[in-house]
């Protein structure tokens, strides 16, 4: 898994405040890579990915309509809370 992140996406859009709604998000996936005892982290520069074959363990989530509507729920939240004003 590659995650490619900027350095404002934790912000409001207008870049003056944290937008606690995607920090915990961050947080969250964070603490579950960690969990994971197939999965190691590592920058670039430190160690550059390789390619590897597809097993059933590094499938995607299937869908869960009750998943999705909580990230829509959050989304709309946050805009609200750290959209532009």
Same mark, same amino acid.
């Given at each position: /898994?590659? !995650?490619?992140? %900027?350095?404002?996406? &934790?912000?409001?859009?207008?870049?003056r405040?944290?937008?606690?709604?995607?920090?915990?998000?961050?947080?969250?996936?964070? *603490?579950a890579?960690?969990? /994971?005892?197939?999965?190691?982290? *590592?920058?670039?520069?430190?160690?550059?990915? /390789? &390619?590897?074959?597809?097993? %059933? *363990?590094? &499938?995607p989530?299937? %869908?869960?309509?009750?998943?999705?509507? %909580?990230?829509?729920?959050?989304?709309?939240?946050?805009?609200? !809370?750290?959209? *532009?004003?």
């Amino acid at each position: /898994m590659t !995650l490619v992140s %900027h350095s404002f996406e &934790l912000l409001s859009r207008d870049r003056r405040k944290i937008n606690r709604i995607v920090r915990r998000r961050f947080k969250r996936l964070c *603490a579950a890579l960690e969990r /994971m005892s197939c999965v190691t982290t *590592a920058t670039y520069a430190d160690r550059p990915p /390789m &390619l590897t074959t597809r097993t %059933h *363990a590094n &499938l995607p989530l299937p %869908h869960n309509p009750l998943r999705t509507l %909580h990230r829509y729920t959050e989304q709309a939240v946050a805009n609200v !809370l750290y959209g *532009a004003r």
